[in-house]
């Protein structure tokens, strides 16, 4: 091996050690959170609802249905999902936050989902912040990524063969050696298969858990346009200078029979907002039910539902359609199920290098005493004929 070869064996292995269990748990918990929704949907079949042939209920309608149910709690967003789904009204209590599911057509409570008891949710929590504080978690989550960033570069360098002659060995597994060998082989060949996916669920990670990932991608998108982040997601303000003292509709079915008006095609609607009285009314709809990308995004003042701000897709740059389709990206459904099971197989295979390369490592220090002690045993052997020899002399 090369002396070069030798200072990134190092650089590699000790980047393993500082990150390998936090980079173990971030990819086991990435395996569960891949498939939670259809998971949740086997599980929980209040989730889904039978489409009836009639309108759905308004959006105050369904908060005012859930309010009852919980009149002690505080209103804090809700979602239209699909027509074959629940609605979701969320609200906060001294239990926590509730996520109600309501059958959009008949105003019945089919489910309340308490988030923090959610499995899917506690797993979410432990793949961003490990459970630790947020501020905490996620500077621990977002470091060991960047570190395992470089340990995947750095094992591409370890991997790449020198000679022809040994790139059929590279990218195969040899099943029929010894286990050692397998878990050589599954470390090193499993390790290159997986690295450019791994390496794009980091970058979409790291897009989560730091703003300057976020805008750093938002600008490479956006290179040569004259355009900022800050300018396209603007923050709009609520007027509270002239409060109504009464409205005829509520200001959050004005809101959504715009969204209605302007986004017909879209199923999904997810409304959300501050308890400032100069917050907006937030809301985003989507084309597709739990997809996330190519969404139209609505500022509302809170009050009345007048429309204060409206970007639909197509007007977006492309930086900010890239940032819309981070969460797809990063859980593989951009590309449906196959790339929902490319995705699980990537973070399957990043959770099992720590581990086969920790054995890997210990193979090594085992075998370097046996080495010394064979030797030790052949140069007595020698010593012991030379003396031998001379005393028959």
């Given at each position: ?198 390496i794009i669920l980091a970058i979409t990670g790291l897009a989560m858990s730091f703003e300057w990932m976020e805008k ?178």
């Open positions: 091996m090369t002396a070069f070869k030798k200072a990134v064996l190092f650089i590699h292995r000790w980047l393993g050690f500082i990150s390998g269990l936090v980079v173990f748990i971030i990819s086991i918990t990435g395996c569960l959170f891949c498939f939670q929704d259809e998971l949740q949907d086997m599980m929980h079949d209040y989730r889904k609802v039978e489409v009836l042939s009639k309108p759905i209920l308004k959006p105050s309608v369904l908060q005012d249905i859930v309010q009852k149910k919980f009149p002690k709690g505080a209103p804090a967003g809700m979602a239209y999902i699909g027509p074959d789904r629940a609605a979701q009204v969320r609200v906060i209590d001294k239990a926590g936050y509730h996520n109600v599911y309501i059958n959009q057509y008949t105003g019945k409570i089919q489910g309340d989902d308490i988030l923090q008891q959610n499995f899917f949710v506690i797993v979410e929590y432990i793949h961003l912040y490990l459970l630790l504080p947020d501020q905490i978690g996620r500077v621990v989550v977002g470091v060991s990524v960047l570190i395992f960033v470089a340990i995947m570069i750095t094992g591409i360098v370890l991997w790449w063969p020198k000679r022809k002659s040994d790139r059929k060995r590279s990218f195969t597994i040899k099943w029929s050696g010894r286990w050692r060998r397998i878990n050589y082989d599954l470390h090193n060949v499993m390790g290159f298969y997986a690295t450019a996916i791994a750093g991608i938002y600008n490479a998108a956006n290179v040569g346009r004259n355009i900022t982040h800050d300018e396209e997601e603007k923050v709009m303000k609520s007027d509270t200078l002239h409060i109504p003292a009464e409205v005829s509709v509520p200001a959050i079915d004005v809101a959504y029979a715009t969204i209605r008006k302007q986004s017909p095609q879209h199923p999904m609607i997810v409304f959300y907002g501050g308890d400032k009285p100069s917050d907006v009314l937030n809301a985003i709809s989507y084309p597709k039910p739990l997809y996330f990308s190519y969404n139209d995004t609505y500022q509302f003042d809170k009050h009345t539902g007048k429309l204060l701000h409206f970007l639909p897709n197509a007007k977006k740059s492309p930086g900010m359609k890239l940032t819309n389709m981070n969460y797809d990206i990063h859980v593989g459904q951009i590309a449906g199920l196959p790339g929902k099971i490319i995705a699980f197989l990537a973070s399957l295979i990043c959770a099992s290098l720590p581990i086969t390369g920790f054995i890997i490592w210990l193979g090594k220090r085992k075998k370097k005493p046996k080495a010394k002690k064979v030797r030790d045993i052949s140069h007595r052997k020698t010593h012991q004929h030379l003396k031998t020899s001379s005393d028959d002399q």
